[in-house]
């Protein structure tokens, strides 16, 4: 296959519980070796299209080929091909790390010299070296993630689908576990993966943005801020946060300032404002006239944070 | 073909695993099977003796005290004390402290020695306990009936030598003996195997369903036909070893004679087995998790056991239930342990049992194969 070619192909793909639409039409298109980030809220879909993409759901309509198989047709023909790690955690508590990943290797075929290499290798990109019998409900939970991704990859599939799989990770882990996606990605291996950190979707080479079951922007993440925000954000580094806030969400409520969007953003507060350079007099005026001391401001580049409010605010109004 | 058999073997040594790491549950269901066996044999082999009876004797006559003590040594009963007012024998037996009470009138003595005397005894039993209102009744009217025939005798001047009359000479095939142990303790068995093996083919699924891990198993290179096959083996093996540990113990710790051939009893066993199999693999797909699986067990089995004659004889059952005994293997199957182990019968006898578990084993296994494998497709 060469590069860049596609791998997964969805259209029209619609998936209907009784009279609830869970996924509405969705079309989209994975490349060869990319990270593609399918970005949404708990419940806008994104596990029952992956679902569909597997054949575990038949859809109400549409299509969905991946690897040139249409898989609802035939999901078995694309099983040896791809790897899976689901939202719960997909492996055995009560078996070992090895247990786990000999069972894993077994059910795709692995003979017994390529198990053992495959093993040794998915043991140490996992950092699980030494720990092989250790049963897997003793690893704290970013080990144990980064064994489901071991073995979801231990056959050297040409796709992995990753559902949610930091959800409940502390960072580090998180960042490690990115680090492990990075190293398949540069490997040709297409990763499609869904979550709803914006941190993590910055790391993807290409985004599409479901919400109530139908993709409502996708890009790279540049192409998403670039398309997607109207407006920049200014970003305050408040002594009192809660005192800035509401002074500018109240001074916006009355029709004084011109702003979209006042977001709290950890110890900082983010404004966003078309044209936000020609609103920092009133902007200052206001917080000076309300008492909120500031140590500093700065427009800044819209993370994808700033974007996703922004955008499911308009899609609210 | 080496692929499907590797992939196969992976899967049975996956759940040997489970197994292993919950050891207490096959433990439980042959240590709990075995007690429950010994508790039943030991319990019901020995005839029953020592109910409590009260007696109110407004005779206390010569002839009164007779049949109290003839009472008494026929150890049904355990007659310590008398009493003197109905109030008590009433109280008593609402309470449940007595099985039975006799009353003997106050003119006993005297009508039973009269030429044309009419006597009569009023015996009360607990009929909330039937079984040991049945055994009272039958005691008291075999000791009534001796009494009978001595009044009969002496007031026809004769002496028991001079009337030899119809002498019944009784002999019981099977259970020489009558114990109950002989009858109960295979009825037991049944009802462990048909228990452990649903059991444990109603975890299979259910467990991975509540796990979340029954997905993953099914976006790999697994077909269902090789996922049951996989979770059916150790079922089989487990529950198999579990009987067979089982039936030596019946055979050695209450005698309970293996006549026939065995191994056409383990043969037709694992026919039977395959059956239950499959109700078990039905009730684990459509359980979403363990409790409800085991709920499910627990109605089916119950069922199941009204039609092994365990409780009531099938026969005695209105025509209906009789019908739907036919279509429960159980009911096949423990007609064939017992032919097999108390009366060494063969198949020339068995046949109808054989064929009608045979036809059973086929129809529940394709159906419920045929029913996973689309569930899990």
């Known amino acids: 296959m060469p590069a860049n070619a596609t791998?997964?192909?969805?259209?029209?793909?619609?998936k209907q519980f009784d009279s609830f639409t869970a996924v509405d039409g969705v079309d989209f298109k994975v490349r060869r070796g990319e990270i593609f980030g399918f970005l949404g809220p708990n419940g806008s879909g994104k596990t029952t299209t992956i679902r569909m993409m597997l054949g575990l759901l038949q859809p109400t309509a549409g299509s969905v080929e991946v690897l040139g198989v249409n898989v609802i047709k035939d999901p078995g023909d694309i099983r040896q091909r791809i790897g899976y790690m689901s939202q719960r955690f997909s492996l055995y508590n009560?078996?070992?790390?090895?247990?786990?990943?000999?069972?894993s290797g077994r059910a795709y075929g692995l003979g017994n010299q390529e198990l053992e290499e495959r093993l040794r290798f998915v043991v140490r990109l996992s950092g699980l070296e030494g720990r092989e019998n250790?049963?897997?409900?003793?690893?704290?939970?970013?080990?144990?993630?980064?064994?489901?991704?071991?073995?979801?990859?231990?056959?050297?599939?040409?796709?992995?689908?990753?559902?949610?799989?930091?959800?409940?990770?502390?960072?580090?882990?998180?960042?490690?576990?990115?680090?492990?996606?990075?190293?398949?990605?540069?490997?040709?291996?297409?990763?499609?993966?869904?979550?709803?950190?914006?941190?993590?979707?910055?790391?993807?080479?290409?985004?599409?943005?479901?919400?109530?079951?139908?993709?409502?922007?996708?890009?790279?993440?540049?192409?998403?801020?670039?398309?997607?925000?109207?407006?920049?954000?200014?970003?305050?580094?408040?002594?009192?946060?809660?005192?800035?806030?509401?002074?500018?969400?109240?001074?916006?409520?009355?029709?004084?300032?011109?702003?979209?969007?006042?977001t709290l953003y950890g110890s900082l507060v983010h404004v966003i404002a078309p044209q936000v350079d020609q609103h920092l007099g009133a902007i200052n005026a206001t917080l000076t006239a309300a008492d909120c001391r500031v140590a500093n401001m700065t427009i800044i580049e819209p993370s994808l944070e700033d974007v996703f409010i922004a955008s499911m605010r308009e899609e609210q109004i | 073909m080496w692929k499907r058999i590797a992939r196969v073997n992976a899967l049975v040594i996956k759940e040997f695993i489970h197994l292993r790491?919950?050891?207490?549950?096959?433990?439980?269901?042959?240590?709990?099977?075995?007690?429950?066996?010994?508790?039943?044999?030991?319990?019901?082999?020995?005839?029953?003796?020592?109910?409590?009876?009260?007696?109110?004797?407004?005779?206390?006559?010569?002839?009164?005290?007779k049949l109290i003590i003839a009472l008494e040594n026929t150890e049904?009963?355990?007659?310590?004390?008398?009493?003197?007012?109905?109030?008590?024998?009433?109280?008593?037996?609402?309470?449940?402290?007595?099985?039975?009470?006799?009353?003997?009138?106050?003119?006993?003595d005297q009508q039973l020695t009269a030429a044309d005397g009419q006597a009569a005894l009023q015996l009360l039993l607990n009929g909330a306990e039937s079984m040991a209102a049945t055994n009272a009744l039958r005691a008291t009217e075999g000791l009534?009936?001796?009494?009978?025939?001595?009044?009969?005798?002496?007031?026809?001047?004769?002496?028991?030598?001079?009337?030899?009359?119809?002498?019944?000479?009784?002999?019981?095939?099977?259970?020489?003996?009558l114990s109950e142990a002989l009858y109960t303790t295979p009825a037991e068995l049944g009802l462990m195997l048909e228990f452990t093996i649903l059991l444990f083919a109603a975890l299979t699924f259910s467990r991975e369903k509540e796990l979340g891990t029954l997905e993953s198993l099914l976006v790999t290179p697994f077909s269902s036909l090789e996922i049951i096959i996989g979770k059916s083996i150790p079922v089989i093996l487990v529950s198999f070893a579990d009987f067979l540990?089982?039936?030596?113990?019946?055979?050695?710790?209450?005698?309970?004679?293996?006549?026939?051939?065995?191994?056409?009893?383990?043969?037709?066993?694992?026919?039977?087995m395959?059956?239950?199999?499959?109700?078990?693999?039905?009730?684990?797909?459509?359980?979403?998790?363990?409790?409800?699986?085991?709920?499910?067990?627990?109605?089916?089995?119950?069922?199941?056991?009204?039609?092994?004659?365990?409780?009531?004889?099938?026969?005695?059952?209105?025509?209906?239930?009789?019908?739907?005994?036919?279509?429960?293997?159980?009911?096949?199957?423990?007609?064939?342990?017992?032919?097999?182990?108390?009366?060494?019968?063969?198949?020339?006898?068995?046949?109808?049992?054989?064929?009608?578990?045979?036809?059973?084993?086929?129809?529940?296994?394709?159906?419920?194969?045929?029913?996973?494998?689309?569930?899990?497709?």
């Open chain 1, 7 to 14: 791998t997964i192909i969805a259209q029209g793909l619609t």
């Open chain 1, 94 to 103: 009560d078996l070992t790390v090895r247990q786990n990943l000999v069972f």
């Open chain 1, 134 to 262: 250790a049963r897997t409900r003793d690893l704290a939970g970013g080990w144990r993630q980064r064994l489901a991704l071991g073995a979801a990859i231990l056959h050297q599939p040409e796709i992995v689908f990753l559902d949610e799989p930091t959800a409940g990770v502390d960072p580090l882990s998180r960042r490690a576990f990115w680090e492990l996606l990075y190293q398949l990605s540069a490997q040709q291996v297409t990763i499609f993966v869904t979550t709803h950190y914006m941190d993590e979707a910055e790391h993807c080479h290409h985004l599409a943005f479901i919400q109530r079951g139908k993709i409502i922007a996708h890009g790279s993440p540049e192409q998403i801020k670039a398309e997607m925000m109207s407006g920049d954000v200014l970003e305050i580094e408040p002594q009192d946060a809660t005192c800035t806030v509401e002074a500018l969400r109240s001074a916006q409520a009355r029709g004084e300032l011109p702003v979209l969007e006042v």
């Open chain 2, 21 to 65: 790491s919950d050891w207490w549950l096959p433990a439980f269901m042959l240590i709990g099977g075995a007690m429950e066996l010994l508790l039943i044999g030991w319990a019901t082999s020995r005839p029953i003796t020592n109910l409590p009876m009260l007696v109110l004797d407004q005779d206390r006559s010569p002839q009164s005290r």
């Open chain 2, 76 to 108: 049904t009963f355990n007659l310590d004390t008398q009493v003197e007012d109905m109030q008590t024998i009433h109280d008593r037996l609402e309470r449940g402290q007595i099985n039975a009470a006799l009353i003997i009138p106050p003119d006993f």
């Open chain 2, 144 to 177: 009534v009936r001796e009494l009978g025939l001595g009044i009969t005798l002496k007031r026809l001047g004769m002496e028991a030598d001079d009337l030899s009359g119809f002498d019944p000479s009784l002999r019981v095939w099977f259970n020489e003996k």
């Open chain 2, 245 to 272: 540990i089982l039936l030596a113990m019946v055979h050695f710790a209450f005698e309970v004679p293996i006549r026939g051939s065995l191994p056409l009893l383990l043969l037709l066993t694992l026919i039977y």
């Open chain 2, 274 to 377: 395959l059956a239950v199999l499959g109700i078990g693999l039905v009730i684990s797909i459509i359980s979403s998790n363990q409790h409800q699986a085991f709920l499910l067990v627990m109605i089916v089995g119950f069922v199941d056991l009204m039609f092994t004659g365990y409780a009531a004889p099938v026969e005695s059952m209105p025509a209906f239930l009789q019908l739907v005994a036919q279509v429960v293997p159980s009911h096949h199957w423990m007609a064939i342990l017992r032919g097999i182990a108390l009366k060494g019968a063969d198949l020339s006898a068995l046949w109808p049992n054989v064929l009608a578990l045979v036809i059973l084993g086929l129809v529940i296994g394709t159906v419920s194969l045929r029913f996973v494998r689309r569930a899990l497709e």
